[in-house]
């Protein structure tokens, strides 16, 4: 079982960057990939980024990368997102998940644990 807690969200203006930890509990958070979805209101969602147990390799959805980045401190049992050159169109709720798995990791059912989700908001 693992416990997920997400914050670092906040209303910030276009431009500007923002940055999200996920803690997570429990001794196996080493043994997950762990991904970080987001949903927009009025709309399902969606994959964001991902990164493998050791952090070794990563994988971005084509609408935030190079301006995302995911990483991770295991001795911290912590994930982050990184959001830089923010826009409005990047408004939502976002999710850090955990997953057992090794591969499907860009959807949704690949992951068993959910964090319950911090509000970003980007003002033009």
């Known amino acids: 079982q693992v416990q997920l807690v997400a914050y670092g969200g906040g209303l910030v203006q276009a431009g500007d960057s923002l940055s999200l930890s996920c803690v997570a509990s429990?001794?196996?958070?080493?043994?997950?990939?762990m991904g970080w979805f987001r949903q927009a209101p009025g709309k399902e969602r969606e994959f964001v980024a991902t990164i493998s147990r050791i952090g070794s390799s990563t994988g971005y959805a084509d609408s935030v990368k190079g301006r995302f980045t995911i990483s991770r401190d295991n001795a911290e049992n912590t994930v982050y997102l990184q959001m830089n050159s923010l826009k409005p169109e990047d408004t939502a709720v976002y999710y850090c998940?955990?997953?057992?798995?090794?591969?499907?990791?860009?959807?949704?059912?690949?992951?068993?644990?959910w964090g319950q989700g911090t509000q970003v908001t980007v003002s033009s």
């Open positions: 429990g001794r196996t958070f080493s043994r997950h990939t």
């Open positions: 998940a955990a997953s057992p798995k090794y591969s499907g990791l860009y959807s949704e059912p690949a992951y068993d644990y």
